[in-house]
């Protein structure tokens, strides 16, 4: 089983909600990232967390939040968004912090 | 700090045909990654070839293979007997060996005409 599985798939949100992007993975990785895709862009980078520990914060805005409650899940907590947050937020894991990276479909995500 | 340069931003290519993605590089490190990722319409970035900087030896995946030129800091990809379903954006990217930040460069999007 080589899958990511993000869910939702969309979500439109608000300025003041509070909301949680999951991710998911069943491949024994201890590795797992956030990223961010704007259109016709390049990921980037938001956290990685490595053995279960946040291990690089690409000077994210607090109004974004990682947690990873186990080495299989990743969430990403939102709150207070704005709308330039609108984009795809992408997870991937790796096998350990120095192999090739395996993403999940992503989230499209709206703040209106 | 790392810079990954696609400097072909749109390229098509007849089915059966050969294309070649360009990459360029700049780093002053000696030991890292570099991968050729594809992601198609449907938008799962999905890995096509990898590539260690102390293997001399380019990469093969099946119609997949780069020509890694490491004094030149380049890495193509060239996909041949292009098929329908390589439509895609292609996005190259760098790690360096010792923590897994990856950067990518700013793609290139390839489309393969019937």
């Known amino acids: 089983d080589t899958e990511v599985t993000q869910t939702p798939k969309h979500l439109v949100m608000g300025m003041t909600n509070k909301k949680s992007l999951k991710c998911e993975q069943h491949m024994g990785h201890r590795a797992m990232y956030w990223y961010k895709q704007k259109a016709k862009k390049p990921p980037e980078l938001m956290f990685v967390?490595?053995?279960?520990?946040?291990?690089i914060n690409e000077s994210v805005p607090s109004r974004f939040s990682p947690e990873c409650p186990n080495s299989s899940l990743l969430n990403l907590h939102l709150h207070a968004l704005q709308p330039e947050d609108s984009a795809l937020y992408l997870c991937?894991?790796?096998?350990?912090?120095?192999?090739?990276?395996?993403f999940g479909p992503g989230t499209r995500l709206t703040v209106t | 700090a790392q810079t990954v340069t696609q400097s072909q931003p749109e390229m098509s290519v007849q089915e059966a045909e050969t294309v070649t993605l360009s990459c360029t590089y700049d780093?002053?490190?000696?030991?890292?990654?570099l991968f050729w990722y594809k992601q198609p319409p449907s938008r799962q970035m999905i890995l096509v070839i990898r590539?260690?900087?102390?293997?001399?030896q380019n990469a093969t995946e099946n119609r997949f293979s780069v020509n890694f030129q490491k004094a030149a800091k380049s890495f193509s990809l060239k996909i041949s007997d292009s098929q329908l379903g390589d439509t895609a954006m292609y996005f190259c990217?760098?790690?360096?060996?010792?923590?897994?930040?990856?950067?990518f460069g700013a793609g290139t999007r390839l489309t393969v005409k019937p």
């Open positions: 590539q260690e900087a102390y293997k001399q």
């Open positions: 990217a760098f790690m360096k060996r010792e923590n897994n930040d990856m950067r």
């Open positions: 991937a894991s790796s096998q350990g912090p120095r192999t090739e990276q395996y």
């Open positions: 780093t002053s490190e000696s030991n890292y990654y």
């Open positions: 967390y490595s053995y279960e520990k946040l291990s």
